[in-house]
Structures are given as structure tokens and as C-alpha cells.
């Protein structure tokens, strides 16, 4: 479980940085010993003020902190001042905003 949990988080990480909203969602299929094959869900957010490179150093860092302290746990989330990473077992629901086209030059 703890490589699909780096390989979910790491994605996350990396992709989050080209997206508009800084907000990335995503999952990873895993073979559980007991479940068989299982799902892993994952999200990360951060301010839309970080440079990408600050917030992959971020998140890397959050990444560290899951695999620190949270070695066996199946769901977990760290939240901080600028970013937010999450990862659970089963999907969880998550609202993004309704963008609007751009105005007419």
C-alpha cells in the first residue's frame, strides 16, 4: 500500500503545478492481501500564489510527513498554511468552481 500511496501522491505533486487551479484529484489501483484489488483516492491543493517549483517543494514535503508518521494508515490528510494533501481508501467528493468563459476582447 505504501508504494501505490507515493506513486498516487507523487502524481499528484507533479501534475497539480500545470493545473489553473493549483487542485489536482486523482487514484491508483493496488492489490490489498485481503481486499484483492482496491482503489486509492488522493487530492492536493495550494494557493494560487506558490510558484510551481515552491509548490512541489511543498508538497514533497507533505509527501515525507505521510510516509513519516502515517506509515500504516489508510486515509490521512495534512493541512498547512498554503497547501493541502489528502489521501483516503474509498473516492470522496470534492466541488470545483464554475469557470466562466472569458470575456469578449
Given at each position: 500500500m ?20 493549483m487542485?489536482?484529484?486523482?487514484n491508483?489501483?493496488?492489490?490489498d ?6 482503489v ?66
Open positions: 505504501d508504494t501505490a500511496r507515493l506513486k498516487l501522491l507523487s502524481w499528484l505533486a507533479k501534475s497539480s503545478s500545470d493545473k489553473l487551479l487542485l489536482d484529484y486523482s491508483v489501483k493496488y492489490m492481501p485481503w481486499l484483492g484489488t482496491s486509492m483516492c488522493g487530492m492536493d491543493q495550494c494557493t494560487r500564489d506558490l510558484a510551481p517549483s515552491e509548490l512541489n517543494t511543498c508538497l514533497h514535503c507533505y509527501i515525507g510527513l505521510i510516509r513519516k508518521f502515517y506509515l500504516k494508515n489508510t486515509s490521512s490528510s495534512i493541512k498547512g498554511y498554503k497547501c493541502y494533501l489528502r489521501f483516503q481508501l474509498s473516492p470522496f467528493d470534492i466541488m470545483l468552481p464554475i469557470t466562466s468563459p472569458p470575456p469578449p476582447p
